[in-house]
């Protein structure tokens, strides 16, 4: 008798603690959703579409955290399929000068301070099987019809005189900027792919010119690691927004 009374007991509370836990684990966003749900009839432009709707309407300072960033939409699809409908995890796409890319983020509550977000992460970044550390970007560097750097304007000069031209660069080498996205071009012997996931430190705000020399590195170090040792990778720059362009020549 008293056993019984006791697992009564115990189904109710499991009964009053579960939607709790439940509206404790995921804020519903019903963009989010409806997207998911086009995406998963196959209307993957309609799902693009109001995925993007969503996050223009987000808070500009809101925090989103970055999955990946794809040129194939196949491996993006993948990605987010992985993550699942629960993380409030979306795609946007975005058309670059040389290609289109793919960002795969989360809506989720998410800390500002790095070290506490690889933790409190922990769980969605393994089931996406990410091993480097999960960035963040505030929702403004994704709304479509924004610029959001203020930086960019100085890397693209237009006194045509050297001099002036010089100050310019003189000027963004002593400042901080924020990189979005890359975009690569010449490459054949190693995927576009790899070189962005390789490239995963390099995103995010607060990144120096220091730091292009170590993404030439990292590339040559990938090369080598295929086998390809002939091969030259100039000097990033950055081409428009938050975007930087690697440019690879394989001799």
């Not at 697992?7 to 804020?27: D, I, K, T, V, W």
């Not at 610029?147 to 000027?171: C, D, F, G, V, Y």
């Not at 995103?203 to 990938?222: H, L, V």
Request: proline share 2%.
């Amino acid at each position: 008798m008293l056993s019984k009374l006791w697992n009564l007991c115990l189904s109710g509370l499991l009964c009053l603690c579960m939607p709790f836990s439940a509206s404790a684990e995921r804020a519903v966003l019903p963009w989010v959703d409806t997207g998911w749900s086009q995406l998963q009839s196959g209307e993957i432009n309609q799902a693009l579409s109001t995925w993007q709707q969503g996050l223009n309407n987000l808070p500009d300072k809101q925090l989103l955290g970055s999955l990946g960033t794809f040129s194939n939409l196949d491996y993006a699809i993948a990605r987010i399929k992985r993550a699942g409908v629960d993380e409030n995890v979306f795609m946007i796409s975005y058309s670059g000068s040389s290609s289109q890319m793919y960002y795969v983020l989360t809506a989720q509550s998410i800390a500002r301070n790095m070290d506490i977000r690889q933790t409190e992460m922990a769980v969605l970044k393994e089931r996406v099987g990410m091993h480097g550390k999960l960035l963040a970007n505030e929702a403004q560097k994704f709304k479509t019809g924004k610029t959001t750097n203020k930086a960019l304007h100085a890397r693209m000069p237009t006194s045509k005189k050297s001099t002036a031209k010089q100050q310019a660069i003189l000027a963004v080498e002593e400042s901080t900027f924020t990189i979005n996205s890359f975009e690569v071009k010449g490459n054949k012997r190693v995927s576009t792919d790899t070189i962005l996931l390789s490239l995963r430190d390099y995103y995010g705000s607060e990144k120096t010119p220091s730091e292009f020399n170590s993404i030439r590195r990292q590339i040559i170090d990938i090369y080598n690691m295929q086998r390809v040792y002939n091969v030259k990778v100039n000097r990033p720059q950055f081409i428009e927004d938050d975007t930087v362009l690697i440019s690879i020549t394989e001799l």
